[in-house]
C-alpha cells in the first residue's frame, strides 16, 4: 500500500487504497493471453452475449473454420473494448 488518499476522511479507517504498482493496459495486439479465454470471461460476467459451442473453432461464427486467435472480428471487439475503457488486459506493474 503506497497511502491512504483518504485519510483524514471519517476517522481512522482505510477508504482507498493507492497502489505502487498499477495495472497497465495494453494493446491487444501485445496481450500474450488467448482471445478466447478472454471471450469467454466476458461471456460468463454477461458483457457480452453467449454464442457459439465448446467444439466450435470461433465462439463470434459458429460453425466458421477459423479460430479465435486469427478472428479480425473478435480482435475490433476486444480492441475496442480496450479503447473505450471497458476492458483492461495488462501486466500489474511491468514496466512497458
Known sequence: MKKNPLANHGGGAVNAVESDRPLRSKPLKDVMT????????????????????????CLLHPGE?????????????????IDQGRLEV???GREE
Open 34 to 57: 488467448p482471445r478466447r479465454f478472454i471471450y469467454e470471461a466476458l461471456q460468463k460476467g454477461g458483457v457480452i452475449p453467449h454464442g457459439g459451442h465448446e467444439e466450435d473453432s
Open 65 to 81: 473454420l477459423h479460430n479465435m486467435e486469427t478472428c479480425l472480428a473478435v480482435e475490433d471487439l476486444l480492441q475496442k473494448m
Open 90 to 92: 495488462g501486466d500489474e
